[in-house]
């Protein structure tokens, strides 16, 4: 799992790591756009398949609340069978939105400490010359300020060698200790996926129970997501219904079928599978204050300008503010993962659009188009 935030170009140096042509085909029919007019969902969703990515699903929910499903393209190249409507992907780092929501729970029960130091709550754990717990506090792992080096950074750069492979949280740590830290606590801003590694285990000291079940009983029973999971050790399927995920695979020169792969090294930075419905519904209740009290959902909201992120984008404690280009402002994260591309965000009004795409982006222009459908959805009339 890389930066979901970051750009293209930016987002291979950080990559953990002609093709098919695919005709568009949705579970929801639209016209198409006249003159002068913007073009509807399905329309847009449409453009997004081909080369890059095989298939497109996606939820848009309006002010009303009703919310719509499309689909694109196909769902396996193989069968080509069709993109299931609202199926089960792995939204990646969206996983480290709901970790945020259980540290900051915690933080309301008065359990956590934001700024306190993380040597509290695991000590020993980190040391050396990528950081030291005694100076390292829990909001800046919640922000990408810690300065601790991403793990993925160092991962092999071929999945497809490494996709059965179980990790520990602590196996990726480690392998982030070995190296410098990007900068002192608090002086910079770098995503890093090690820190929400940490907060995971942080969140297992202090509550005596793993990430997942927090999660699981905190945040997706409690937000009523019935379509949201965290597999569990040894699961590396993705549920049914649900497109086919692909990768590139250099021997081949093409995108190859990467579906099924073992998660555990996204852990708390991007192991959680759900629907675009359910990424809506989440964060439609996070922003409704029925997964945090008020003041926490404040310092949830509290952003830092970064480098790297997409123009006009802030980061808040594990959640994304987005200047949309009507002028309003949402708010969301997104994901990578080998197979699976969201980006997704909601606004305090009701609004609220996920997509999901079969593949990573492998240009600039494929990602900017994912975030573009989004922005459409979010300031359509």
């Known amino acids: ?39 509807g969902p399905q329309e847009s969703l449409g453009k997004l398949v ?39 992907v ?17 933080v309301g029960e008065g359990r956590v400490k934001l700024d306190a130091p993380i040597e509290k709550y695991v000590p020993g754990l980190i ?14 792992l919640l922000q990408h300020t810690s300065g601790l080096p991403n793990y993925t950074a160092f991962m092999h750069d071929d999945i497809f060698e490494i996709r059965h492979r179980y990790v520990e949280a602590r196996d990726m740590i480690d392998r982030a200790l070995r190296h410098k830290a990007d900068f002192a606590p608090g002086k910079g801003w770098r995503y890093s996926n090690t820190g929400y590694l940490v907060l995971g285990l942080i969140v297992q000291k ?14 997706i029973e409690r937000a009523g997501l019935t379509e949201t999971y965290w597999p569990g050790p040894g699961d590396q399927s993705v549920k049914e219904p649900r497109p086919r995920g692909y ?26 599978i759900g629907t675009p419905s359910d990424l809506n519904r989440f964060y439609l209740a996070l922003l409704d204050g ?6 926490q959902l404040r310092e949830m909201k509290k952003t830092v300008k970064t480098p790297d ?52 982006p492998s240009s600039e222009a494929g990602a900017k188009k994912v975030i573009d459908f989004v922005d459409a959805m979010l300031c359509a009339k």
């Open 1 to 39: 799992m890389v930066n979901p935030l970051i750009s293209a170009k930016a987002r291979r140096n950080l990559a953990v790591c002609g093709l098919v042509t695919v005709i568009a085909a949705g579970a929801a029919t639209a016209p198409a756009a006249s003159a002068g007019t913007a073009p």
């Open 206 to 219: 202090v509550t005596g129970r793993p990430i997942a079940e927090e999660v699981t009983r905190r945040v």
């Open 290 to 295: 029925k997964l945090l009290k008020p003041t």
């Open 309 to 360: 992120l997409f123009p006009g984008w802030e980061y808040g404690l594990g959640l994304v503010k987005m200047k949309l280009s009507c002028g309003q402002v949402a708010w969301g994260h997104g994901g990578d993962i080998d197979g699976y591309e969201t980006r997704n965000a909601a606004t305090t009004d009701g609004r609220a659009a996920a997509v999901a795409v079969t593949a990573l």
């Open 90 to 106: 792995r939204i990646g780092s969206n996983t480290k939105t709901f970790v945020a929501t259980v540290v900051l729970q915690l």
């Open 247 to 272: 990768a590139a695979k250099k021997s081949l020169g093409e995108l190859a079928d990467i579906t099924e792969l073992d998660p555990s090294w996204g852990g708390a930075a991007g192991q959680i």
């Open 127 to 140: 040391r050396g010359k990528a950081g030291d717990g005694r100076e390292i506090t829990v909001r800046q």
């Open 50 to 88: 081909g080369k890059e990515f095989p298939g497109a699903l996606a939820a848009v929910r309006g002010r009303d609340g009703v919310e719509e499903n499309y689909t694109a393209g196909v769902g396996d190249l193989k069968t080509e069978q069709e993109v299931p409507v609202d199926g089960y």
